[in-house]
């Protein structure tokens, strides 16, 4: 479902598919284990993202909060204008870094 | 009984399915056409998003992704306003709790507010198993209102 490049100083992973409730579960699978295996840096790229839910929110935070716990960074890029107003909207643009197409 | 069954009228049309989330996105894509065909002045993925979560809600927290009971989502469009009915066979659960705006930090409950955020007028019955949402066409969100 994501394809995973590691770079210098970060890990970036790139969902192929809409975020929703029925592969979130899947998606945070994924980061946690970036996350249990050292990472503290990582980006998620939504530029195959069309659709993002509450589900798929909740991964996204979840992951933040793993990530701020251990003093790193999520950074989500390539975002559509319909998600960065989600993000927007629900102000978690202020949580972590968001970044539009 | 189908796991998925479709009933369709002129300015109407509603969708049975098993509770799976994998039944959801099959159900959200068919209603979806119907919108499409409907010309209704939303932007698509607003509606897809409400209709994401309201479903969700169903299979999830009203029949806890038990495939035998059912979720049947009705959408009825008239001259100036869109219904939706979501009723699903469970005994109900917390919902006022799902219209409160959630802790910025908190990775979960925000289905119901997201409804609420992107216009929609939303209702339960007292049981909390049959959800109304409604949004006249010309309702803007309510992020843009401020």
């Known amino acids: 479902m994501s394809q995973v490049v590691n770079q210098a100083d ?17 998606l945070r699978t994924s980061l946690f284990d970036l996350i249990q295996s050292g990472h503290s840096r990582i980006v998620i790229d939504l530029q195959q993202v069309a659709m993002l839910d509450s589900a798929g929110l909740g991964v996204f935070i979840a992951t933040h909060n793993s990530l701020k716990t251990a003093g790193g960074e999520l950074r989500v890029i390539n975002v559509s204008p319909n998600i960065l107003r989600l993000f927007q909207l629900t102000r978690l643009d202020r949580r972590f870094v968001v970044e539009s197409r | ?19 799976t989330l ?15 065909q409907q010309q209704i002045p939303y ?16 299979v999830r927290h009203g029949n806890h992704l038990d495939a035998a009971r059912l979720v049947r989502c009705a959408m009825q469009v008239d001259q100036d306003i869109l219904q939706i ?62």
């Open chain 1, 10 to 26: 970060s890990v970036v992973l790139t969902p192929d598919t809409d975020v929703v409730a029925s592969n979130a579960q899947q």
């Open chain 2, 1 to 19: 009984m189908e796991c998925l069954s479709i009933t369709h009228g002129v300015h109407q049309m509603s969708v049975d399915f098993a509770s």
């Open chain 2, 22 to 36: 994998e039944h959801v996105d099959a159900a959200v894509h068919a209603l979806m056409v119907f919108i499409q």
């Open chain 2, 43 to 58: 932007e698509p993925f607003d509606l897809e998003l409400v209709l994401r979560e309201a479903l969700t809600n169903a």
């Open chain 2, 85 to 146: 009915t979501v009723t699903d066979e469970g005994e109900g659960f917390d919902w006022q709790q799902q219209l409160q705006e959630p802790r910025l930090d908190s990775p979960g409950g925000r289905g119901g507010w997201l409804m609420q955020l992107y216009g929609f007028e939303v209702t339960y019955n007292p049981a909390g198993n049959v959800l109304c949402l409604s949004k006249p066409f010309d309702h803007p969100i309510a992020g843009d209102m401020v």
